[in-house]
């Protein structure tokens, strides 16, 4: 633990460029300190907490002067980046005619600040979104691929979740935004809405992947395979897609034969168990609105969103209310609503400006 501890605080203090002398002054100073809380007694976890995490120790030393130094040769570029980006787009709608999307070069401003003075992980989440915007607009003005063209913005999450999240954990993170994209595609191009949905199985089935006992993991693998071959023999053999969706009664029920579906509702009491019965009512009740649309209406292009309602209703139920916290959820129905019943996905993207509007708005 304390190898790794200052082997990731060196790692931090030369991204910052700070010189070898004075990053061999810190290490030696924090394996010091690390050392004496040790024979102090204290445990590794403890030690962290004591001495910080490396990236927040990094963060003390940033006052130092040849941290500061550093940041004050970047703010000098972030500080020019107003006349330049002025200058750049003149010349672009003067000489090449280009002031739409020449405008896009102002989005160069924010883009050098969070460079210049931001490690280069967070650096790259930071950047998602203005890179984001750039993709699409191109995708959208130079090849008419306004949709899918927005799939570009799924960038953002994906690209927090890969910096961010051990390796391990990754493929489960960024599943449901993998599914997403395939499901798009899948239906907008080749009309497969249904039985493309069935990519969203990747989900669990990645997930269960992680569970300790292999057995396990093989029934329920098994059980899924078995599930999706059923409901698309009965589906086009038969054209029973209904009777078809019988066959997922298989992963539950062994889920329910192994102990990881419980209902347990007894051991439950006063109002956390109503939220965990709405919690149960709501699960039905957009399976049963998914199946419905989807059938009966042939809605399968739609009919996904309504399993937005599960954690809308998970956090209504078991956090305090913050619009912050939907806003993501009502952003998409919003998004692909305007989308795709009115064919304005051009303009539809921007339903997602309610995120940090409302983060704003609640926390300003």
Same mark, same amino acid.
């Given at each position: ?13 030369? !991204? =910052? ?28 976890? !403890? &030690? ?12 003390? @030393?940033?006052?130092? #002067?040849?941290?500061?130094? +550093? ?8 500080? %020019? ?7 750049? =787009?003149?010349? %672009?709608? /003067? ?10 070069? /102002? @989005?160069?401003?924010?883009? $050098? ?6 490690? /280069? ?5 930071? @950047? ?43 493929? $489960? ?7 997403? &994209?395939?499901?798009?595609? %899948? ?13 969203? %199985? ?13 057995? +396990? ?14 409901? #698309? ?43 965990? &019965? ?57 998004? /692909? ?8 996905? +051009?303009?539809?993207? @921007? ?8 983060? &704003?708005?609640?926390?300003?």
């Amino acid at each position: 633990m304390k190898g790794k501890y200052l082997e990731d605080l060196r790692e931090i203090l030369e !991204e =910052y460029e700070a010189n070898k002398a004075e990053i061999d002054d810190i290490i030696n100073d924090y394996a010091q300190l690390y050392d004496d809380a040790k024979a102090n007694g204290k445990s590794d976890e !403890e &030690i962290y907490q004591i001495l910080g995490k490396p990236d927040e120790v990094v963060d003390d @030393l940033m006052d130092s #002067l040849k941290f500061k130094r +550093h940041k004050d040769k970047g703010n000098k570029i972030v500080a %020019l980046m107003p006349f330049i980006s002025v200058i750049t =787009y003149m010349i %672009l709608g /003067f000489v090449y005619n280009l002031w739409n999307p020449g405008w896009i070069v /102002f @989005l160069s401003i924010p883009m $050098v600040a969070i460079i210049a003075n931001t490690r /280069f992980k967070n650096a790259i989440v930071a @950047l998602s979104p203005f890179l984001s915007v750039i993709a699409f607009l191109i995708l959208g003005f130079e090849f008419q691929l306004w949709h899918p063209g927005w799939m570009v913005f799924l960038f953002i999450p994906m690209s927090a979740i890969i910096l961010n999240t051990r390796l391990k954990d990754m493929f $489960v993170a960024i599943s449901p935004f993998v599914a997403t &994209i395939i499901f798009i595609v %899948l239906g907008f191009y080749y009309d497969l809405w249904n039985p493309g949905w069935l990519v969203f %199985l990747m989900i669990p089935m990645i997930g269960v992947l992680y569970k300790p006992n292999k057995l +396990h993991v093989f029934l329920y693998e098994l059980s899924f395979i078995v599930a999706i071959g059923f409901y #698309l023999y009965m589906g086009y053999v038969y054209e029973l897609w209904a009777y078809g969706g019988l066959g997922f009664l298989l992963p539950f029920g062994i889920g329910i034969l192994l102990g990881d579906v419980k209902f347990e509702l007894d051991a439950i009491e006063g109002p956390q168990k109503n939220k965990v &019965i709405v919690m149960l009512l709501t699960i039905f009740f957009c399976i049963a609105a998914f199946l419905t649309l989807g059938f009966v209406l042939d809605g399968w292009i739609y009919a996904w969103q309504v399993f937005l309602l599960i954690p809308v209703v998970a956090i209504l139920a078991f956090d305090k209310f913050r619009f912050t916290a939907i806003a993501p959820f009502v952003a998409v129905v919003l998004f /692909f609503s305007i989308g795709y019943f009115f064919d304005m996905f +051009h303009i539809s993207w @921007l339903a997602f400006m309610i995120i940090p509007i409302a983060a &704003i708005l609640e926390n300003a």
